[in-house]
């Protein structure tokens, strides 16, 4: 069966980095794209970009740029998401979700598959 | 930048149909997705492309999206049931999530 499992909960000071990551498995890997989207305590979800291992591609909000980045590891089904310069607003759980592409424009269509997330949280 | 708007806060009742909105400009013209989230888990895929349901996802769900405003539908409606539902549509190639309905099931 389908699983992304993630990487445990983390604390960082405000202006330092994290990665966290996405391992999968239980579907071909390179079929389908992995998102990042993130939910601060009591708000709602915000996507925070995308990759794909088969096009060799990268994609996230301009908001997020030069902050942000996505990077996998194809040889161990990984994903990985490093934020830098963490702010208190930073903190957050952290969900990757697996999403099935478009055959026109290779982008990602909608979310069909979760990790739990991983809290991060920011405080000094 | 595109903005979808749903109600904070829904209630049913049990056994009856709930219904919560989606409100976009032009929405008609996207692909709606919507989400589940019950307390402390993460969100999961109950309707994809304006109507269609994931194996495993009950027929009580159902979508709809015309004009401005796409509807999720939960008939029957369970205790189960309650929880936050988000619609998601990509515009410009952002992902965009509502704000997210609290489904309250009386």
């Known amino acids: 069966q389908v699983q992304l499992v993630q990487s445990g909960p983390e604390v960082r000071e405000p202006g330092a980095s994290v990665k966290v990551s996405c391992t999968a498995s239980?579907?071909?890997?390179?079929?389908?794209?992995i998102n990042w989207v993130r939910q601060a305590p009591g708000h709602g979800l915000e996507w925070m970009g995308w990759?794909?291992?088969?096009?060799?591609?990268?994609d996230s909000p301009q908001r997020f740029q030069g902050r942000v980045t996505i990077t996998a590891d194809t040889s161990t089904n990984t994903v990985h998401l490093e934020v830098r310069n963490l702010r208190s607003d930073d903190t957050a759980i952290y969900y990757c979700?697996?999403?099935?592409?478009?055959?026109?424009?290779?982008?990602?269509?909608?979310?069909?598959?979760w990790g739990r997330g991983t809290l991060v949280t920011v405080s000094s | 930048s595109y903005e979808l708007t749903q109600p904070i806060s829904v209630s049913v009742a049990l056994g009856q149909t709930a219904s919560i909105s989606c409100g976009g400009k032009?929405?008609?013209?996207?692909?709606v997705h919507w989400y589940q989230q019950t307390p402390g888990q993460a969100p999961r895929l109950v309707i994809y492309?304006?109507?269609h349901r994931p194996s495993g996802i009950p027929e009580r769900f159902s979508g709809s999206n015309s004009r401005d405003t796409a509807t999720l539908n939960i008939s029957r409606a369970e205790a189960g049931d309650d929880g936050d539902y988000y619609c998601?549509?990509?515009?410009?190639?952002?992902?965009?999530f509502g704000g997210g309905t609290k489904l309250t099931v009386l």
């Open positions: 979700a697996r999403a099935p592409t478009s055959t026109i424009s290779g982008r990602p269509i909608y979310f069909d598959f």
């Open positions: 239980g579907y071909t890997f390179s079929n389908f794209v």
């Open positions: 990759i794909s291992t088969s096009q060799d591609t990268v």
């Open positions: 032009r929405l008609g013209t996207k692909n």
């Open positions: 492309r304006d109507f």
């Open positions: 998601q549509v990509w515009d410009t190639n952002t992902g965009i």
